[in-house]
């Protein structure tokens, strides 16, 4: 789900492009759109639950990484190291260049940006594509390595234990964690609707997104 729904904004995104400045006539468009109100809470929502769906993933292979690196090399191995290697750095830069875009710094004539640059990091329809694709890369690397750390070999190497499943700490601690990070999302999302474009404009997507979380689920 979480790489299906970005596939599909992505193959909506051409139809629905400019569908308000055109009447606004297809709701439909508003979960497409990227400069709709919606489809920036749905994509905020969707990276919110990729990141505790990682979560989840942590808590249950606490030692992935060296179940990973005992496993038999092969294509497999060497493809999900190289999407670690890349998407890591790019998601955090990716987050980097959304959470600063509002203050209009990419403006600022010491940077000495093309118009074309400038015009990509601070477009919605850029961080659309961007978040979408890092999404799907993500939920292919989750899949591809838990395809390979799950094998016979490499298993035991992973901390996994089902006696973990019926431990009330461990669901404590995990909770606590999912409810931290939905926090953390929201007084970002908050923060950055201030600098955008005022408080009454960033409370309207803080309800958006308290709304259209939930029903993801």
Request: glycine letters at 8%; hydrophobic letters at 50%.
């Amino acid at each position: 789900f979480v790489a299906i729904l970005p596939f599909t904004m992505l193959l909506a995104m051409g139809h629905c492009s400019g569908w308000r400045s055109g009447g606004g006539q297809d709701f439909g468009c508003a979960f497409f759109d990227p400069t709709a109100r919606l489809n920036r809470s749905l994509r905020f929502c969707m990276c919110c639950l990729a990141t505790q769906l990682l979560q989840g993933w942590l808590a249950l292979f606490p030692n992935w990484h060296t179940a990973l690196a005992n496993a038999p090399f092969g294509i497999f191995q060497a493809t999900s190291v190289f999407l670690l290697c890349v998407l890591s750095p790019t998601s955090l830069v990716a987050i980097w260049v959304w959470l600063v875009s509002p203050t209009g710094i990419f403006a600022a004539p010491q940077l000495g940006l093309s118009p074309l640059t400038l015009e990509v990091l601070t477009d919605e329809g850029s961080h659309l594509v961007v978040s979408c694709v890092l999404l799907i890369c993500w939920g292919a690397w989750l899949l591809l390595t838990t395809i390979i750390i799950t094998r016979k070999v490499t298993l035991p190497h992973t901390g996994f234990h089902l006696t973990k499943l019926t431990e009330e700490t461990v669901w404590a601690d995990y909770s606590a964690h999912l409810k931290l990070t939905l926090w953390v999302a929201q007084g970002l999302i908050l923060l950055r609707g201030i600098v955008e474009k005022g408080f009454a404009h960033a409370q309207q997507d803080l309800v958006t997104l308290t709304i259209a979380y939930p029903l993801l689920f």
